[in-house]
Each structure stands twice: as structure tokens, then as C-alpha cells.
Nanobody, 119 residues
Framework: QVQVVESGGGLVQGGGSLKLSCAVS????????MGWHRQAPGKQRELVAA???????DYVDSAKGRFVITRDNANNTMWLQMNHLKPEDTGVYYC?????????????WGQGTQVTVSS
């Protein structure tokens, strides 16, 4: 059984930094994509950043230049370093791991961690 656990959220002033962590346990396919998704109040969940097993990354435009996503494949752990935070970064941040194996898609989500940025 795959478990996904996020940590590191909190309250921070605008301009500050936070580092989110995601730990994945259980049996996962060695080739996968891990990502951070954000759900702001009253808005749909959106992809903030993603990273593949080989280290290719992708960011939503609003995160480019401020956020850095990294991972440790050996320990199935991922981080999101968030700098120069803005009030619009506020939301629940969810960790996701996704892969395709033998034609089937697999998606696992954590419970989310709250990030609140004050102005």
C-alpha cells in the first residue's frame, strides 16, 4: 500500500520562505512523476511544480524563479523550497506521485499541508 505524507506547511509573512517535504512509502514504480499541487480557497486544484525520476522539472508560471522542486529517488522523498512567498501562494499543498505501468495509470495523494502567507 502506498502512503504519501506531506509536512512543512505553516504561516509565514509575505517575502518569507517555507520548505515542504513529501515522503512516499510502499511499492511504487521506479519511473514516476512527483508533484506539488495547490488548492486555494474557492479555486480549483492546480499543479505548482513537478519533477520526474530523471530530474526534469516543470513549474506553473507564478512559481518560476521563486520555487525549487527536488527529490531523492533512493528514499522516495520530494521537497519544495518556496522563496519570496506572496499572499496568493496561500492554499493547501498536496503531494502527488503518478506513474503508468502496464497500461494502467496510478495516482496517490497525500492529505495536504496548509500554507498561509500574510500580507
Amino acid at each position: 500500500q502506498v502512503q504519501v505524507v506531506e509536512s512543512g506547511g505553516g504561516l509565514v509573512q509575505g517575502g518569507g520562505s517555507l520548505k515542504l517535504s513529501c515522503a512516499v512509502s510502499g511499492s511504487i514504480f521506479r519511473i514516476n512523476v512527483m508533484g506539488w499541487h495547490r488548492q486555494a480557497p474557492g479555486k480549483q486544484r492546480e499543479l505548482v511544480a513537478a519533477i520526474t525520476t530523471v530530474g526534469s522539472t516543470d513549474y506553473v508560471d507564478s512559481a518560476k524563479g521563486r520555487f525549487v522542486i527536488t527529490r531523492d529517488n533512493a528514499n522516495n522523498t520530494m521537497w519544495l523550497q518556496m522563496n519570496h512567498l506572496k499572499p496568493e501562494d496561500t492554499g493547501v499543498y498536496y503531494c502527488n506521485v503518478h506513474w503508468r505501468e502496464l497500461g494502467s495509470d496510478y495516482d496517490y495523494w497525500g492529505q495536504g499541508t496548509q500554507v498561509t502567507v500574510s500580507s
